[in-house]
């Protein structure tokens, strides 16, 4: 549903009419479809795959008929199965915020790693480690959340005062000095408080170490951040054509970018405080969306979620199997990925601004 406001004042949904954007719906039924039936499959392989290889029938046993005195169901089970899953829900709920906020800022560059956002949850999880080592994983959580949107407030505020606005360059370049700075504070607190082992892991990023009560407690505020997406994706729409557009068509400007703000809180601070900063991932995979089901958020947005959960799932079982039996980091992996295309959309933002 739209926010729209008539002239009268009185609060409207935008039809459906007053704008349609191109859509090519045989590839939206291909991605949603085959990135579903994909990612059950890359779940099965990532279970099966690692230390010790496990037959796929064991993986199917240990998932529907378990036996806890069994070691390999165990392994499955305790280990790998909640890994594997948060990985999923991590990749999804990176890649909706990063296509979210590309939309409603309409800036090609945005991604939660590179405005802040991250760094931000980061900065916050080291306060937590330094000063309340025993708080448990759901107030960490709302920590995080506070980091993140510290981030976004600190960026988007810095942004706004610079002559010319929220230029997508600029906004970037303000995003990669605080999360630089936000990084350096985190290092700090992690050295004077010698807790730089609590910290690797959020440096590196990667989803190793979850458990069970990490994902019960994430995923439902992911799931309700998700709903919340599928909601806006309409107006996220509109905002994309231009703010001026979006209030020409009775858009409640505002009152979107508030709760899409949110909505990308929710989704980058539950999700770093699983996986650690890891970037580009909110980056490549709405360009990609993009690129295959056209320019409406009512499918961009589902589509990213599908094919981010894709991605990471597959980057985290190849950090686990690339140098066997050591792992990876995944958030490395990614980067070598992300920076050429960062640079790439970088060198074609410029040019077409010069």
């Known amino acids: 549903m739209s926010f729209a406001r008539a002239k009268s004042g009185v609060a409207v949904p935008v039809q459906e009419e007053v704008v349609s954007f191109q859509t090519r719906p045989w590839s939206v039924g291909f991605i949603l479809l085959g990135g579903l039936a994909s990612l059950a499959l890359a779940i099965g392989l990532s279970v099966s795959f690692g230390a010790a290889d496990i037959g796929f029938e064991t993986v199917w046993q240990a998932i529907f008929h378990y036996e806890r005195d069994t070691t390999t169901h165990q392994i499955i089970h305790e280990i ?11 990749g999804a709920a990176f890649a909706i915020a990063g296509a979210i906020m590309q939309g409603m800022t309409r800036n090609p560059l945005a991604d939660s790693g590179l405005l802040g956002l991250n760094a931000g949850a980061g900065f916050a999880l080291a306060l937590c480690f330094a000063f309340f080592p025993e708080l448990p994983y759901n107030a960490l959580i709302f920590y995080s959340f506070a980091g993140a949107g510290l981030g976004a407030l600190i960026v988007f505020g810095l942004g706004s005062i610079s002559r010319g606005g929220l230029t997508p360059v600029r906004l970037v370049l303000v995003g990669a000095t605080l999360s630089a700075m936000l990084t350096a504070l985190s290092e700090g607190i992690a050295l004077h408080f010698r807790i730089g082992q609590d910290l690797a892991f959020w440096y590196a990023g990667g ?6 009560l990490q994902l019960k407690i994430m995923v439902p505020w992911v799931g309700a951040a998700l709903i919340g997406a599928i909601l806006l994706s309409r107006s996220i729409s509109l905002l994309s054509l231009g703010e001026d557009v979006a209030k020409g068509l009775g858009l409640r400007t505002g009152l979107v970018k508030l709760l899409a703000m949110l909505v990308v809180l929710v989704l980058a601070g539950a999700s770093v405080s699983v996986a650690g900063a890891v970037a580009f991932i909110g980056l490549l995979v709405p360009h990609v969306t993009r690129k295959l089901v056209g320019v409406d958020y009512r499918w961009i947005i589902p589509c990213s979620g599908v094919l981010g959960a894709n991605f990471v799932v597959l980057a985290d079982l190849a950090a686990r199997t690339i140098n066997a039996p050591e792992e990876s980091p995944i958030g490395t992996l990614i980067a070598l990925l992300g920076v050429p295309f960062f640079l790439y959309l970088a060198r074609k933002e410029r040019r077409e601004l010069s």
Request: charged share 20%; proline share 6%.
């Open 80 to 90: 790998r199965l909640p890994r594997v899953l948060s990985a999923a829900v991590v």
């Open 207 to 212: 989803v190793a170490g979850v458990k069970w």
